[in-house]
Each structure stands twice: as structure tokens, then as C-alpha cells.
């Protein structure tokens, strides 16, 4: 693997590219959750992801990409074999990318806990429909979910969403797509807290920079929560493209081959 280098922005917006070092461990060994984004095509960013997860050994490791019901069927010994867990998983099915980038994440974590958090695909659906509050259900209130964003911020998230999409969504669509995202962080939060409850801690939660982000993420959420849980966010930005809505930690890899994804929408 090649070497790990991270740029710094602990309580300054300046960036300072710097390896590993042990003022870095110590920042996140006395962190109780640990969120680290990823694209989720660039292998490069799992790697990363699993290096971490070696370095804190935590004892639970958060997955958007899991349901509750994939990760109750994985314990020590599941990950011992690669393709026996992505057939467990029932992985592809799924739609994200090649197990093969996600599973030395899987092999890093040892005998930790793994969690689930995904939102299956109906639930997301119901959000769209019958409300975020009313799908997420018990603590909806908690996470704010029962209360609408600022106009600014509502702004802000459904012009991301527009442009996410390639300017092809109907526009009275993005409301949704917002509440979406929102029920989606709300539920990687509750499971981080759940799991540091039941493990003790430390945490990971692994997923997209977009949950990851400090300003309206899975971070954001735990802060009305549990204020006093330490948390550290981690970005993971490309060629030195960070990530937007700010990070404690942001790393950078070189980005990877991709299609155009907006070809997709001109097609149709």
C-alpha cells in the first residue's frame, strides 16, 4: 500500500499535507466514532479506510453499505474468506462496486462488531411519500428530522442533488431526494451510537464523503445527540480535489478511470 498522506485542518481551515504521525494517531485514538468518507469507486480510498481500521482497532465497524439483517450474519470468522462473504452478503445484488475494493476493510477489523445501516431501498422510498420523520420513526425528533432546513441549506442540498443527478431530475423531485438523504444520515448516526453503546468503542463508520461531512453528515447528527461523544470526520477528496462540507481529517489518492456518469441520462 502505498503511503498514507493527509491533509491536516484540525481547528484551521489551512491544509497542511503531512504523513501519519503520532500526533495524527493520537487524535483519532481518543476518538469514541470515527466516520471516514470514501468514493465508493476508488479502491484507493478503501485502502486507506482499511489502514485506519487496522491502526484503532475498533471495536465495531459501521456499514452504509449493510442492512442490520446482512451484518447479524457475519461474525470473526465470516471474513476469512472473500468469496464465501461477498456470496453471504448477497453483495451485488446491492449495486455497489466490486466487494473485492470493500473487503480489506472487512479483514482489517478483526474480531470488531459490524454493524448495518443502509436504508433499504422501500424505506427510502416511504421517506419520499409519507414523510422522513414518519419513516425513520422513534428519535426522528432527536435527529431533527421533524423539523425543516433553513432555506439556505435547503437550497444548498437540493442544488447538490440536481447537479449529483446531472440536471435531469424533475425539479419538485429534490425535496425528496433531500429527505433521503437526511433519513440516511440520521441512521448512520443512530447505529454509530448504538454500536459504541454496546462495544464500548471505539467506532468506524464507513461511507461516502457526502454522510461523512461535518456541517450537515452523520457528524452533524451526532452532535445533536450526543454532543459529548468525540467524534472525528475524515474526507477523502481526489488529485487534491477535497471534498466539500469540512472534515477533521482530509485525505487525498489519485482518482481512478470512470465514465462519464451523466452519459446515462443523455441516453435516455
Known amino acids: 500500500m502505498r503511503a498514507l498522506f493527509l491533509a491536516i485542518a484540525f481547528f484551521s481551515s489551512a491544509a497542511i499535507a503531512a504523513p501519519l504521525d503520532d500526533n495524527h494517531q493520537a487524535v483519532l485514538s481518543s476518538a469514541q466514532i470515527v466516520v471516514i468518507g470514501e468514493t465508493h469507486d476508488n479502491p484507493a480510498h478503501h485502502l486507506v479506510q482499511a489502514d485506519i481500521v487496522s491502526r484503532l482497532k475498533p471495536t465495531a465497524v459501521v456499514y452504509e453499505m449493510l442492512t442490520g439483517e ?46 448495518g445501516a443502509a436504508v433499504p431501498r422501500d424505506a427510502a422510498r416511504n421517506a419520499m411519500t409519507d414523510g422522513v420523520a414518519a419513516t425513520f420513526g422513534a428519535q426522528a425528533d432527536l435527529f431533527g428530522l421533524d423539523t425543516p432546513l ?79 461523544t468525540v467524534t472525528v470526520a475524515i474526507g477523502q477528496g481526489e488529485d487534491g480535489q477535497e471534498p466539500e462540507g469540512g472534515f477533521d481529517l482530509v485525505l487525498d489518492s489519485a482518482s481512478v478511470p470512470r465514465a462519464d456518469p451523466c452519459d446515462a441520462f443523455r441516453k435516455n
Open 70 to 115: 446482512q451484518a447479524a450474519l457475519l461474525d470473526a470468522s465470516s471474513v476469512l474468506d472473500q468469496d464465501a462473504l461477498e456470496a453471504a452478503l448477497g453483495w451485488n445484488a446491492a449495486g455497489w462496486p466490486d466487494f473485492a475494493m470493500y473487503y480489506p476493510i472487512f479483514r482489517a477489523s478483526g474480531d470488531a462488531k459490524v454493524f
Open 150 to 228: 433553513g432555506a439556505d441549506q435547503q437550497a444548498a442540498r437540493e442544488a447538490l442533488q440536481m447537479a449529483a443527478h446531472c440536471d435531469a431530475l424533475p425539479k419538485d423531485l429534490l425535496p425528496a431526494m433531500v429527505d433521503v438523504q437526511r433519513l440516511r444520515d440520521a441512521r448512520l448516526a443512530q447505529v454509530a451510537l448504538q454500536a459504541l453503546e454496546e462495544t464500548g468503542g471505539p467506532v468506524v463508520v464507513i461511507t461516502g464523503n457526502g454522510h461523512a461531512r461535518k456541517d450537515w453528515g452523520v457528524p452533524a447528527m451526532l452532535g445533536l445527540v450526543s454532543a459529548e
